[in-house]
């Protein structure tokens, strides 16, 4: 066992290793927290989707409004949800999207774009020109995924 007095000398020597210790373990929770933070956003996501795709085929698009908001509204938020180093424990986000942050950032803002047109064509009442929107939000979804996802 390793005693140390106020005095000792080693105390100096560890400071240093002690004090990186401390902050990659506190990096690594924080990661780990965001991580599970944007698995959340994503779940929310595809729950406002199949939402979107229920309303159509009922034909009442009023759900499909606050739900296409809700997309837009992560779509907006979700780059906070990847910073830098949030590539490494639990998560399928490909490494590319530090790499090219600039391509993740704008199809994250084509998802928001295509999400606000949706619900403004929900709002609008006409089911075929929404359907047409969904369809482009979901491509936008599906460009993002087969560049970033595993």
Known sequence: MLRL??????????K?????????????????DVIAER????????????????????????PAISAAESVADWSARMLDYFPEGSDQGDTKARAEIWFDFEDFTAKAKNAETAALSLANLAKSGDASATAEGFKALAGTCKACHSSYKD
């Open 5 to 14: 007095t106020p005095n000792d000398k080693r105390i100096t020597m560890l």
């Open 16 to 32: 240093p290793i002690l004090l990186t210790a401390a902050l990659i373990s506190l990096a690594s929770m924080a990661s780990a």
């Open 39 to 62: 698995k959340a956003g994503f779940k929310g996501n595809a729950q406002a989707l199949k939402t979107i795709k229920a309303a159509l085929s009922t034909g009442d698009l009023t």
